[in-house]
């Protein structure tokens, strides 16, 4: 007998669970073992931020290729003669194959392990990024394949990244080190506007170094998964125990993780029976269970605001929406690294603020930011359109551009008229002129059958000299800083809420046997929204204007941030199995107590499995 204990106490103290570990044993009709309050098996950190870094690689390679295609299109587009349709095409391709291969990687990963399904991404990745870098300018349809190949790995990426990250961290520091993914998301979309800005002058082979140098991350990515282990809940899912013990103490840099590998294996232990089914029947089964179809919903509604909300406007067209303001192509490229550095930045306020403030106040937060941001984007391109210079000189021939078009505006919405102005006159001396679309920057074409035509008009030679400016798909105004503020505000709140938060949270709200089907189907989601907001953007500046666009994703981010107030929970601080229990109904939540009260009975060594008996 221990002083001070009584047998009541000392019974406690065991209780016989599968593995054969002792536990203090729960009054009848309290929660389980896996809900117990655990010590501190956390162990060192160093080896999980190393593998997180690694494992994150992915992210920076969606975020350079999301981000450099903004400046390289200025390039590409006049090297390849390309349509309006086409530049969608360019653009938007990568994003429809990472859509289908993130479905796709929602069963490889279940299959072949999340390990394996990264270095498949990364060696993808590289194969795309060689082939777009040496597309011949009269093969646009080379160029697009390497675009399909870049998506696949992508969406490889996409998918399976979050999974491994949220399965190798420790539950305390979970939220920080997946939004470690998003960080290296805008690490990669600033290096794409540096290298953009770099490579902005060479307008000949600029855009093969832009779309060539994202295969050396890539690879480096590739050869460091050589030597980092598999997530120890997938090595358990397959009945390698040893390997998956082996690995989690590799992680946490403890000899003893008992107690967590425990919690696995019993979380496994109960999702055994579902894990036999594909991703068919694994679907129907989650839309089937409670929590789960619940837990779905929400993922999928996160993924789908997040891109609706018009983010990726703000990355694939982030040159164009500055150039569009009023600022040339030259300064424009290198205007778009202030967003994305602004974006990087801000970043660490989600790294901090995700375990303290929590992922639901960030979310909701962010939405406000971004509902605002919006706004003033809308009324500074309205402004600009309104205040348009007018065309007030005209030269003395009847050709289309000279006699249809009263302002700038109208002028420039024609493709083949352009605005020219005098220096600092151009409210008083502003001629609409053809465009020579032969020449990759379209300057004026020298004008036929006129008396008054000067050569210095904004022609070959003087184009955007001191005395004279043009422009063809711009038009000058007082209002572009609205512009650069709108894009700043609009990151500022992105990039700590609704930047990375779809992400962390769909990677810790499945039971371990839906997690990848799960985490697959929102990932698709995700670049569904992705490919419509993209591939229509263009169409919807021409049809509703640039300000109704922005007018139309503020609507929507309203829309979506009132949806989530209602059904989005807490769930910071909680164990991957916790975090289950916040989507279940008041009577699922009951009838699984009551099939747990039955499953085991209590004798005077513990608990037994009474189907075992």
Same mark, same amino acid.
């Given at each position: 007998?221990?002083?001070?204990?009584?047998?009541?106490?000392?019974?406690?103290?065991?209780?016989?669970?599968?593995?054969?570990?002792?536990?203090?044993?729960?009054?009848?009709?309290?929660?389980?073992?896996?809900?117990?309050?655990?010590?501190?098996?956390?162990?060192?950190?160093?080896?999980?931020?190393?593998?997180?870094?690694?494992?994150?690689?992915?992210?920076?390679?969606?975020?350079?290729?999301?981000?450099?295609?903004?400046?390289?299109?200025?390039?590409?587009?006049?090297?390849?003669?390309?349509?309006? /349709?086409?530049?969608?095409?360019?653009?938007?391709?990568?994003?429809? =194959?990472? #859509?289908?291969? %993130?479905? !796709?990687? +929602?069963? &490889?990963?279940?299959?072949?392990?999340?390990?394996?399904?990264?270095?498949?991404?990364?060696?993808?990745?590289?194969?795309?990024?060689?082939?777009?870098?040496?597309?011949?300018?009269?093969?646009?349809?080379?160029?697009?394949?390497?675009?399909?190949?870049?998506?696949?790995? /992508?969406?490889?990426?996409?998918?399976?990244?979050?999974?491994?990250? =949220?399965? #190798?961290?420790? %539950?305390? !520091?979970? +939220?920080? &080190?997946?939004?470690?993914?998003?960080?290296?998301?805008?690490?990669?979309?600033?290096?794409?506007?540096?290298?953009?800005?770099?490579?902005?002058?060479?307008?000949?082979?600029?855009?093969?170094?832009?779309?060539?140098?994202?295969?050396?991350?890539?690879?480096?990515?590739?050869?460091?998964?050589?030597?980092?282990?598999?997530?120890?809940?997938?090595?358990?899912?397959?009945?390698?125990?040893?390997?998956?013990?082996?690995?989690?103490?590799?992680?946490?840099?403890?000899?003893?993780?008992?107690?967590?590998?425990?919690?696995?294996?019993?979380?496994?232990?109960?999702?055994?029976?579902?894990?036999?089914?594909?991703?068919?029947?694994?679907?129907?089964?989650?839309?089937?269970?409670?929590?789960?179809?619940?837990?779905?919903?929400?993922?999928?509604?996160?993924?789908?605001?997040?891109?609706?909300?018009?983010?990726?406007?703000?990355?694939?067209?982030?040159?164009?929406?500055?150039?569009?303001?009023?600022?040339?192509?030259?300064?424009?490229?290198?205007?778009?690294?202030?967003?994305?550095?602004?974006?990087?930045?801000?970043?660490?306020?989600?790294?901090?603020?995700?375990?303290?403030?929590?992922?639901?106040?960030?979310?909701?937060?962010?939405?406000?930011?971004?509902?605002?941001?919006?706004?003033?984007?809308?009324?500074?391109?309205?402004?600009?359109?309104?205040?348009?210079?007018?065309?007030?000189?005209?030269?003395?021939?009847?050709?289309?551009?000279?006699?249809?078009?009263?302002?700038?505006?109208?002028?420039?919405?024609?493709?083949?008229?352009?605005?020219?102005?005098?220096?600092?006159?151009?409210?008083?001396?502003?001629?609409?002129?053809?465009?020579?679309?032969?020449?990759?920057?379209?300057?004026?074409?020298?004008?036929?059958?006129?008396?008054?035509?000067?050569?210095?008009?904004?022609?070959?030679?003087?184009?955007?000299?001191?005395?004279?400016?043009?422009?063809?798909?711009?038009?000058?105004?007082?209002?572009?800083?609205?512009?650069?503020?709108?894009?700043?505000?609009?990151?500022?709140?992105?990039?700590?809420?609704?930047?990375?938060?779809?992400?962390?949270?769909?990677?810790?709200?499945?039971?371990?046997?839906?997690?990848?089907?799960?985490?697959?189907?929102?990932?698709?989601?995700?670049?569904?929204?992705?490919?419509?907001?993209?591939?229509?953007?263009?169409?919807?500046?021409?049809?509703?204007?640039?300000?109704?666009?922005?007018?139309?994703?503020?609507?929507?981010?309203?829309?979506?941030?009132?949806?989530?107030?209602?059904?989005?929970?807490?769930?910071?601080?909680?164990?991957?199995?916790?975090?289950?229990?916040?989507?279940?109904?008041?009577?699922?939540?009951?009838?699984?107590?009551?099939?747990?009260?039955?499953?085991?009975?209590?004798?005077?060594?513990?608990?037994?499995?009474?189907?075992?008996?």
């Amino acid at each position: 007998m221990v002083f001070g204990k009584t047998d009541k106490s000392m019974e406690k103290e065991k209780l016989v669970s599968g593995s054969g570990k002792t536990k203090a044993k729960p009054n009848m009709g309290e929660k389980l073992d896996m809900e117990e309050k655990r010590p501190d098996e956390s162990g060192s950190k160093f080896y999980v931020i190393v593998l997180t870094m690694f494992a994150t690689i992915g992210g920076l390679l969606f975020g350079y290729d999301t981000g450099i295609i903004s400046g390289s299109m200025l390039l590409i587009r006049d090297d390849f003669q390309l349509s309006e /349709i086409w530049q969608s095409a360019i653009v938007s391709s990568t994003i429809g =194959a990472a #859509a289908v291969f %993130s479905l !796709i990687a +929602g069963v &490889l990963v279940d299959k072949i392990g999340r390990k394996k399904v990264i270095m498949m991404a990364s060696f993808i990745f590289t194969a795309g990024a060689i082939l777009m870098a040496v597309s011949p300018v009269d093969k646009k349809e080379i160029l697009l394949i390497g675009r399909l190949i870049v998506g696949a790995g /992508i969406g490889f990426a996409s998918m399976s990244v979050p999974v491994y990250v =949220a399965e #190798a961290a420790p %539950s305390h !520091i979970r +939220g920080s &080190l997946v939004t470690v993914n998003q960080l290296f998301i805008t690490v990669g979309i600033l290096l794409s506007s540096i290298i953009a800005g770099a490579f902005s002058t060479d307008k000949e082979n600029g855009w093969r170094y832009m779309l060539g140098i994202a295969g050396v991350p890539s690879v480096i990515q590739f050869f460091g998964f050589f030597f980092l282990p598999e997530s120890p809940r997938w090595l358990v899912g397959q009945g390698r125990v040893d390997e998956a013990t082996k690995a989690l103490k590799k992680i946490r840099g403890l000899d003893n993780v008992d107690r967590e590998m425990s919690e696995i294996e019993k979380s496994v232990e109960e999702t055994k029976e579902q894990n036999k089914y594909n991703m068919l029947q694994c679907f129907v089964l989650m839309v089937k269970t409670q929590p789960v179809r619940r837990a779905l919903v929400l993922g999928c509604t996160l993924q789908l605001f997040q891109q609706l909300c018009g983010i990726n406007t703000v990355i694939y067209y982030s040159g164009s929406i500055l150039r569009v303001s009023g600022f040339p192509s030259s300064l424009a490229i290198w205007l778009s690294c202030i967003p994305f550095t602004v974006n990087f930045l801000c970043t660490f306020i989600g790294i901090y603020a995700v375990e303290k403030a929590g992922r639901r106040v960030l979310t909701l937060l962010s939405f406000i930011g971004i509902i605002i941001a919006l706004v003033v984007l809308g009324a500074g391109f309205q402004l600009s359109e309104k205040n348009s210079p007018p065309i007030s000189l005209r030269l003395d021939n009847s050709s289309t551009c000279h006699t249809k078009y009263d302002s700038c505006n109208s002028c420039i919405k024609d493709e083949n008229c352009g605005f020219c102005w005098q220096e600092g006159m151009e409210s008083t001396a502003g001629w609409c002129l053809h465009v020579y679309k032969d020449h990759p920057e379209r300057y004026a074409m020298p004008e036929g059958n006129t008396t008054h035509y000067n050569e210095s008009l904004c022609n070959a030679t003087n184009y955007d000299t001191e005395k004279y400016n043009w422009a063809n798909d711009f038009c000058p105004t007082d209002y572009s800083w609205m512009a650069v503020l709108g894009l700043a505000l609009f990151v500022i709140a992105f990039a700590p809420g609704l930047g990375p938060n779809p992400w962390t949270i769909n990677s810790e709200i499945y039971p371990l046997w839906a997690r990848g089907t799960g985490t697959s189907l929102a990932t698709c989601v995700n670049w569904i929204g992705n490919l419509i907001v993209s591939f229509t953007f263009l169409l919807l500046l021409k049809t509703i204007t640039t300000y109704g666009t922005f007018y139309l994703f503020c609507g929507i981010s309203f829309l979506g941030m009132s949806i989530l107030f209602f059904i989005l929970p807490e769930t910071k601080n909680k164990t991957l199995e916790e975090v289950e229990e916040l989507f279940m109904s008041k009577e699922y939540k009951a009838k699984r107590e009551e099939e747990q009260k039955k499953k085991y009975q209590y004798d005077n060594s513990g608990y037994v499995d009474s189907s075992k008996m």
